[in-house]
């Protein structure tokens, strides 16, 4: 059995994707030879399709292009590309900046949700995910469920407990979304105005958000990927010092189609004493804290919980004092330190005056004030459910890391399961995912994490300043939001105003919305793109 599904083309079809994609059969592919703004469209259109990248291609797209000029290229056979300058100053000179000017398009498609997370960790790249919001689970993939099969565990006498369990879990997912559809078509009639099609959506959207906890994080996804070459240069040292073997081979896969197309940026990924001495940094480190770890803080018990739980770590007592200084500083010709000691003198009042004048008049979420309101910073330490995690890890503009996925924390079960009947098999599907953990972790430490449903609980840090406070904040508490993130960034807002006491900051986070639950999340927004499609 072969860990990665081929996709077949007709003879036609190939002859226009060989124009366009650095191979028709792999998971990791790059797009060439398109202009910028197709290819923004396509990994647009990805994120909310179950279509592979080359099939959205050629069903969407194809039709509205002038590809006259396009007949005689190959890109499966690699770019010819002058070198020479490339080599001399980027690889003998070491000068990094030259690759940050080359970027690439790559469609990574297969992966696991596990690997998904390796991908979306660099700070200076652009993603697109597949989602599970839009996209049911349902749907096979060459006739088989779509989840990572590991070759290690596949192997060994677990695995035909992990494909029987695995397969088990989709099942009960298939079964639950189709009685939550009739749960919530039920429950929220369509509204006179709103088109089958806005209704359908909306409806679907809150059906596949209730029970996407019961997919294991083996569930595979598709992502878009930009970057620049340091950017994938970076990424590539990462995933070959990972633990997980799925990174380690995929890793692979995008060295072998990234140098098609940028190859002297990635000249010293696999140097031995350049990029394969630098993995080896980082796993030689992972290994010894995670030794030292476990040494300091033996396993136990954890209390298991079922709503996420934020608590604020960090902050700094004085931020709004600092927060006014570094708003007035590029207005006055004065030092810091003098500017700082007389807005200390300030009352409280004429401080919020410097805040609001700086603030202005927001109009929406979108209106961000300035680089001041960077100096202020909090740390966050939230526990909430993977799905949750998933959304708010994909925030690059702060620090985050997070512990191993594991069934320790507990799960959150949606209330509305319960109500639709659906709560005896979601229990089921969570005990079914926690007892396939624990049957993997003692021989596949880094592979036991596959089984662990989406609805089970992961801890993890979030350290952010201020001013992408606030952008996390307003829209992940949208209303349009998932419940799990929109609860989380909810609690960060409170613990802003209430714990740190900075109220002023928390003001000027005018869209932060503690609105109570919506009956459909998805409903307004599917109005308003129904609106922007009809005015077209």
Excluded at 300 to 315: I, K, M, N, R, S
Excluded at 401 to 407: C, F, N
Aim: glycine fraction near 6%.
């Amino acid at each position: 059995m072969t860990v990665y599904v081929s996709e077949e083309f007709t003879p036609a079809e190939a002859d226009i994707l060989r124009r366009y994609f650095t191979n028709l059969d792999g998971p990791v592919f790059a797009l060439v030879n398109l202009p910028e703004v197709v290819k923004g469209a396509l990994f647009a259109r990805y994120s909310r399709s179950p279509k592979s990248l080359r099939r959205l291609f050629l069903d969407e797209f194809v039709g509205d292009l002038d590809m006259a000029g396009d007949v005689t290229f190959d890109a499966t056979v690699g770019l010819r590309r002058a070198e020479e300058l490339y080599d001399r100053v980027f690889y003998e000179y070491g000068d990094d900046s030259v690759a940050q000017l080359g970027g690439v398009h790559l469609a990574c498609e297969q992966a696991s949700n596990l690997l998904t997370k390796v991908l979306e960790w660099g700070r200076l790249m652009s993603y697109l995910e597949q989602s599970t919001r839009y996209i049911s689970y349902d749907t096979r993939l060459g006739g088989r469920y779509r989840y990572y099969r590991d070759p290690e565990v596949l192997g060994s006498p677990l695995g035909l407990r992990y494909i029987a369990d695995l397969d088990r879990m989709f099942d009960a997912y298939a079964e639950m979304a189709a009685v939550m559809l009739d749960h919530f078509r039920e429950r929220y009639p369509k509204q006179p105005g709103d088109s089958d099609f806005v209704h359908r959506q909306a409806v679907k959207a809150k059906a596949l958000d209730t029970v996407r906890g019961a997919l294991p994080a083996a569930a595979l996804s598709n992502v878009g990927i930009y970057g620049t070459g340091q950017a994938y240069e970076a990424l590539l040292l990462r995933m070959r010092a990972h633990p997980l073997p799925e990174a380690r081979t995929y890793a692979d896969l995008m060295l072998t189609e990234l140098r098609k197309v940028i190859p002297s940026f990635l000249t010293r990924v696999d140097v031995a004493d350049r990029g394969v001495a630098t993995s080896a940094y980082m796993a030689t480190n992972r290994a010894a804290m995670e030794e030292i770890a476990a040494r300091l803080f033996p396993s136990q018990e954890a209390e298991p919980g079922t709503e996420p739980h934020v608590e604020l770590v960090d902050f700094d007592p004085d931020a709004e004092v600092h927060l006014v200084t570094a708003m007035l500083y590029p207005y006055t010709d004065r030092s810091e330190a003098e500017i700082e000691a007389r807005v200390r003198e300030m009352t409280v009042d004429e401080r919020l005056a410097v805040v609001r004048a700086y603030v202005g008049d927001r109009r929406n979420r979108r209106h961000r004030p300035g680089r001041a309101f960077e100096r202020p910073s909090y740390r966050f330490d939230v526990l909430a459910d993977y799905g949750a995690f998933r959304d708010l890890q994909r925030h690059r503009m702060l620090t985050i890391e997070w512990q191993p996925l594991s069934p320790r924390h507990g799960y959150t079960r949606p209330q509305a399961v319960v109500d639709a009947g659906c709560g005896d098999l979601f229990d089921e599907t969570m005990a079914r995912s926690r007892d396939l953990y624990e049957a993997l972790a003692e021989r596949f430490p880094a592979q036991a994490p596959y089984a662990v449903a989406l609805a089970y609980r992961v801890r993890f840090v979030m350290q952010m300043n201020a001013r992408e406070a606030m952008h996390v904040i307003e829209l992940r508490s949208s209303p349009q939001g998932h419940p799990a993130y929109r609860s989380v960034a909810q609690q960060m807002h409170r613990l802003i105003a209430e714990k740190a006491g900075h109220r002023a900051i928390a003001e000027a986070m005018r869209f932060a919305d503690h609105s109570p639950e919506p009956e459909l999340e998805r409903l307004p927004a599917e109005r308003r793109a129904e609106q922007r499609r009809l005015s077209r």
